[in-house]
């Protein structure tokens, strides 16, 4: 069975307030689809490079050092 008849299987077999629901995921889903993805400010890597060139010494020795104290 295709997914589309599938699910207006499913559709009929709901009440009106569930109905509205889905309309309301549907037109929300449509309209985001048509929006462009814009990427604001800078890429996250080069925030945690920054972040991470302000910390002194080696961060691997670091993470050595405490798994280190685990075992």
């Known amino acids: ?3 589309k008849e599938q699910a207006i299987k499913e559709l009929e077999s ?3 307030s569930e109905i509205v629901t889905i ?3 549907i037109t ?3 309209a985001r689809i048509g929006e462009p ?3 604001i400010g800078e890429p996250a890597y080069l925030k945690v490079r920054k972040a991470l060139a302000l910390c002194k010494g ?3 020795d670091d993470i050595l050092l405490l798994r280190e104290d685990k075992v």
């Open 1 to 3: 069975m295709k997914i």
């Open 14 to 16: 709901l009440g009106p």
């Open 23 to 25: 309309y309301e995921m």
């Open 28 to 30: 929300s889903l449509k």
């Open 37 to 39: 993805r814009v990427r």
């Open 58 to 60: 080696s961060l691997s």
